[in-house]
């Protein structure tokens, strides 16, 4: 009895081993990574998977893509078969995922009084901006298109199961700004309901983590600097188990007449958003949260986001000051948040009045 008491007090002992901070569990011996790249979602999408089955994980990646691609084909703004474009002034059946990330978007936009705008289609399809058919459209076309945004032109309804979805005369949908984030937790869930327990999924600007690194450690993701070669970083964020989406204006973006017109609309004006900041960055254990706060941000500017902030506390969010040597955080963002780039100062938001 003793031997097995000893015995079992060893197996006890290796198994506590094996379980590393936080309940992530270590892989042991030798780790396999298995790495994909593909164009989706208008974007270069990065897939890096880690486990002990090379095999198991070459068979995920291309799971993942598929899914991916399926995905893209609900969602798209451009693809003309897909739900979204269906959706027009009749009732439209769609599928449960179309029906869930248009119930968030409307939730969102409702939070952020409209800052970001699931139905601003008509003026993203006015500039095409990240095509080769980008261009400035005339202050008629854009006044003309205006009153068909907003997202109040959405309906959904549920019905014997069913679900479906009506656009008032001339709305469009455009989910582009918080698509990439359902798609990155819809995959997340996947992995690990696979099996997977280490992953880092890039969507172009949309990071989502399966658990911690394969050392289990947490993933440190830099922050790229606007101003700055790609590469360069002005700080860290360090998680697990969640996601960290960055925007900004640097990233998609065309050039007339000496005028850069950049891909993050104002919804009241039509045009590209005037904002304070070059870039916003989110860290969320929900990404599709993330996604849309980012565009919700930046529209508003520093004063906006600073009166939302100081309501909703619990946002882990990091801002840099356009032309300015600033960053701006969130206390949430605190524990997550390493400054890389020693010139620049660091500055809370939402902290509200003392």
């Known amino acids: ?39 989706r979602l208008g974007t270069i999408v990065r897939l890096r998977l880690f486990g002990k089955d090379k095999k198991f994980l070459e068979g995920e990646l291309e799971r993942a893509d598929a899914e991916i691609a399926r995905l893209e084909a609900l ?42 705008d699931p139905a601003i ?32 032109n959405i309906s959904l309804k549920e019905e014997d199961g069913a679900r479906f979805i009506k656009l008032s005369k001339g709305a469009r949908i455009d989910l582009g700004a918080i698509a990439k984030g359902r798609a990155a937790d819809i995959l997340a869930k996947k992995l690990c309901e696979d099996g997977v327990k280490s992953a880092l999924i890039d969507l172009g600007g ?74 916003v ?20 500017g520093h004063a906006r986001a600073e009166k939302y902030l100081e309501k909703h506390k619990e946002i882990a969010a990091i801002f840099l000051l356009d032309g300015e040597n600033r960053i701006l955080i969130t206390d949430a963002a605190r524990g997550l948040f390493t400054p890389t780039d020693k010139s620049f100062s660091l500055e809370s938001i939402g902290k509200g009045k003392k």
Not at 239 to 252: A, C, F, L, N, Q
Not at 281 to 300: E, G, N, P, Q
């Open 281 to 300: 960055t989110v860290a969320d254990r929900d990404s599709t949260k993330a996604d849309a706060l980012c565009t919700a941000f930046f529209v508003m």
């Open 121 to 152: 289609g008509r003026i993203t399809g006015l500039w095409k901006i990240g095509t080769e058919e980008a261009r400035v459209p005339g202050a008629e076309e854009i006044r003309a298109a205006l009153p068909r945004c907003g997202y109040r």
């Open 75 to 116: 969602f798209s703004a451009n693809a003309a078969d897909s739900e979204v474009r269906r959706a027009g002034g009749e009732w439209v059946r769609v599928s449960p995922e179309t029906y869930e990330l248009l119930r968030r978007a409307l939730e969102i936009a409702e939070e952020t009084n409209g800052a970001f």
């Open 206 to 279: 949309n990071l989502a983590l399966v658990g911690a690194k394969p050392d289990g450690k947490a993933w440190r993701l830099g922050i790229q600097d606007p101003g700055k070669a790609r590469g360069e970083y002005f700080g860290v964020v360090e998680t697990s188990d969640g996601s960290v989406v960055t925007s900004g204006p640097y990233e998609r973006f065309f050039e007339k007449e000496g005028v850069r017109y950049h891909h993050i609309f104002d919804p009241e004006t039509g045009y590209p958003a005037k904002s304070e900041f070059s870039s």
């Open 1 to 39: 009895m003793k031997k097995l008491l000893i015995a079992f007090a060893v197996l006890l002992f290796i198994a506590l081993v094996i379980v590393t901070a936080r309940g992530r569990i270590s892989f042991g011996g030798k780790t396999e990574e298995a790495d994909g790249e593909y164009f």
